[in-house]
């Protein structure tokens, strides 16, 4: 178990429709990060934040937005679905930017029908 | 930006057999991590190495990172069946304003045969 939680574990949806992505960071971290897998893409880099701000922003879609609460724990909204956003989600968290390792949670698999 | 290449990607072995991966950033990193992702499930990290020509053993894993620090290599020795799943190489920027962007490499998917 990393510390990390992501919720739902499953996802799926229709078209056109909004979902959100929940996750909670291990306690302590600062930093979270979430990435997209699909089958022949790897991991790809959506965003990061730091303590509640955007440090930094990959390939991420601007129907996709995220934010990270006070509380830390961050939210990833992905509206206007369409079916090449079926994927998994992973969010990552680690203790500061830089030099730290990052802890993954277990993924959400969205699937959009 | 930032552009981490894998290869190969895929790598099928006998079990005892050796095998190696490499990764090769556009830019200069401040570090490279390795990560493995088992059949169904989620990254773990491996080793994070920083220093210029660093070589880091865990047991008949062997990681180095390049003198540039532009690239980096995996090779396990004697391969087994635990070894199975996808390595993934991920590097930092060495600065900018994407400092603490992780990107992975697309990983090279590695299977064993008993």
């Known amino acids: 178990d990393s510390g990390v939680t992501q919720t739902p574990k499953h996802l799926i949806t229709a078209t056109g429709q909004r979902v959100t992505l929940r996750c909670s960071p291990r306690?302590?971290?600062?930093?979270v990060y979430w990435y997209q897998q699909s089958l022949d893409q790897g991991l790809q880099f959506l965003i990061q934040?730091?303590?509640?701000?955007?440090?930094a922003k990959g390939n991420i879609l601007e129907r996709f937005s995220a934010q990270q609460f006070p509380d830390l724990h961050s939210e990833l909204n992905l509206s206007s679905l369409e079916l090449g956003d079926s994927a998994l989600y992973f969010c990552?968290?680690?203790?500061?930017?830089?030099?730290?390792?990052?802890?993954f949670g277990q993924g959400t698999r969205l699937t959009v029908v | 930006g930032q552009q981490v290449m894998q290869i190969p990607q895929y790598q099928h072995v006998q079990e005892g057999e050796d095998f190696t991966t490499y990764c090769n950033s556009s830019?200069?990193?401040?570090?490279i991590q390795w990560y493995k992702q088992r059949p169904g499930g989620h990254p773990v990290f491996l080793i994070q190495?920083?220093?210029?020509?660093e070589v880091k053993k865990q047991k008949r894993l062997t990681f180095q990172f390049g003198e540039a620090k532009k690239n980096s290599s995996l090779h396990i020795t004697a391969t087994q069946t635990t070894d199975v799943g996808t390595y993934f190489c991920?590097?930092?920027?060495?600065?900018?304003?994407?400092?603490?962007?992780?990107?992975f490499g697309q990983g090279t998917i590695l299977t064993v045969h008993p």
């Open positions: 990552a968290s680690s203790v500061a930017s830089g030099r730290t390792e990052a802890f």
């Open positions: 306690s302590g971290d600062l930093s």
């Open positions: 934040y730091y303590n509640g701000e955007e440090r």
């Open positions: 830019t200069t990193l401040s570090n």
């Open positions: 190495l920083v220093k210029s020509g």
């Open positions: 991920a590097g930092r920027n060495a600065g900018g304003t994407s400092y603490g962007k992780l990107t």
